[in-house]
C-alpha cells in the first residue's frame, strides 16, 4: 500500500486548545518573543522538542507498574541494564536522570581547561558542559552537513580529514572524539555506519576513547539500512549493534529513542573511567541502580528500547518528515533536504533573507508560526550559538528553525494544517522584522532571552 498509516490506534488523549492570533500576539508580547517562556496550554501543536514528549505505548505503562523502588538492587535496574547491552554492548551502564547529567558527569572526569574535544556536531548541552569544564568544544561535520540544500545521503557524517588533522595538531589535548547519531544541530541528519567505524578508527589510532551521542540512535540505524550500500537486509537491531560496537562509551537521552518521557545513561567500557563516573553519580544524581530515576522509569525505558527498533514505526517517523518535507518543497520554502529523522527544519536566513543573520531570522520565524497558528517550533540558529565563549557575536553556520516532532502524538491532520500555517506565513513574511536581545543568561542564553523586535 502506498499510504504509511499511523502504526498504531489511540487509547488515551489529551485535549489541545485553539487561540485567536490576538491572544497569541499578547503571549508574545509577555513572553518577550522567548517560546520557551509560553505556557504549553496556550500552544496548539507543540514542536518545540521530541524530548521526554512522546507518547508511551500500553506496554510501557504497564511495565511501570512493575517498578522496584529500592534504593540499591532494583530488579528494574538489571532490566534496563540488559535492555541496553542488548543494542549497546558496553560494559558499564549508568543510569542518569537525562542526558545532559550523563554529559555533565563525563565532563566533569574528561574535561578541563586546555582539553579540546571534537564532534561531527555537538548538541547544545554537550557544548555547554564541556565549556563549564574550562575545555573546547569543536564542530567537524562535513561541508555538505552545512548546507542546507546538499542532498548527501549522510550529512551528519565527521569530515574524517579534519579530524585527523585536528587530532595531529591538537590530539594531545583531546580526552575523546565525539559523534552524534543523528546530528541534531544539522539537521538531524543522519551519520553512516562507514563514517561512524571511520571516526572510532581515527580516534583509537591516536589512542583516545570514542563515544556515541546516541540520543537518536533508531532513527539513524533507519536511515542507515535505507541509504548505506549493503545495508538494506539488515535487522534494526543489528545495525544498532554494530555502531556502538566500535565506541568505548556513549551519552544518551532516553527522552528521545529511549521512548520514555526522562531518564538516560552514560555507558562505559573502561572500568575505572567507569569507578570515576560513579562515584560521581553518587554525589550529583544518586545511587548506581537508579540514578536520580525510579524503578518505574527504567522499566519504561527497558520497555521503550524494544519497541524503538521496530521498522513500521520507524518507516512511519521518517516519512512524517518527508511528507511535510515534499509539500513545503512545493510550497517554495527552502527546506534542509533530505527529510531528517526527528524533525523538519526550514532554513529561515534564506527565507526571510531580508532580515540580518543578527537580526535572529529564526527567531522572527518561530514567533511567525506561533503567531499565525499556534504552533511552537525552536530557532537553532545565532540565537543558540552566535555567542562566542568571549562575548563576541557571530552568525552561525546555519539559521534553522526546527519543528521537532514527539513520537507517536501527532497524526497526519496535525501535519496538514502545519503546511497551511506555512502557506499563509509566505502571504506576509516580507513584514516580519528581526528581533535584538535585550538580557540574556551566561550560557545556553536562548532558553531564557529575552528579545526586543527591531522596527
Ligand atoms: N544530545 C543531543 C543530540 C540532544 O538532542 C539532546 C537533547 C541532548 C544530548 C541532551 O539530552 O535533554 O535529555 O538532557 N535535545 C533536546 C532537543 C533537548 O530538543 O533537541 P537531555
Known sequence: ???????????????????????????????????????????????????????????????????????????????????????????????????????????????????????????????????????????????????????????????????????????????????????????????????????????HEFGKPFIIDGCRFAENAWFIKQREPGQADRSISDIVRDCFACADGMTMSAKKDGFANIGGWLALNDGDLADRARNRLIQTEGFPTYGGLAGRDLEAIAQGLTEIVDEEYLRYRIRTNEYIITKLDALGLPVVKPAGGHAVFIDARQWLSHIDPLGFPGQALACGLYKTGGIRSCEIGSVMFGRQPNGQEIPAAMELVRLAFPRRTYTQSHADYIIEVFGEIAEEKQSYRGFRIAWEADTMRHFSCRFEPLK
Open 1 to 203: 500500500m502506498k499510504t504509511i498509516i499511523e502504526p498504531f490506534r489511540i487509547k488515551s488523549v489529551e485535549p489541545i486548545r485553539m487561540t485567536t492570533r490576538a491572544e497569541r500576539e499578547e503571549k508574545l508580547r509577555d513572553t518577550h518573543y522567548n517560546l520557551f517562556g509560553l505556557r504549553s496550554e496556550d500552544v496548539l501543536i507543540d514542536l518545540l522538542t521530541d524530548s521526554g514528549t512522546g507518547a508511551m505505548s500500553s506496554q510501557q505503562w504497564a511495565a511501570m507498574m512493575r517498578g522496584d523502588e529500592s534504593y540499591a538492587g532494583s530488579p528494574s535496574f538489571e532490566r534496563f541494564k540488559a535492555a541496553i547491552q542488548n543494542l549497546m554492548p558496553f560494559e558499564h551502564i549508568i543510569p542518569v536522570h537525562q542526558g545532559r547529567a550523563a554529559e555533565a558527569i563525563l565532563f566533569s572526569i574528561l574535561g578541563g581547561k586546555g582539553r579540546n574535544i571534537p564532534n561531527n556536531t555537538h548538541f547544545d548541552t554537550t557544548r555547554g558542559n564541556i565549556e563549564a569544564s574550562g575545555a573546547m568544544a569543536h564542530d567537524l561535520v562535513i561541508d555538505e552537513g552545512r548546507d542546507p540544500a546538499s542532498l548527501h545521503p549522510f550529512k551528519g557524517n565527521m569530515d574524517l580529514a579534519k579530524l585527523h588533522e585536528y587530532m595531529c595538531e591538537k590530539g594531545d589535548s583531546v580526552p575523546c572524539v565525539m559523534t552524534t547519531i543523528t546530528n541534531n544541530a544539522g539537521g538531524g541528519q543522519p551519520v553512516s555506519l562507514e563514517n561512524i567505524q571511520a571516526t572510532a578508527k581515527i580516534a
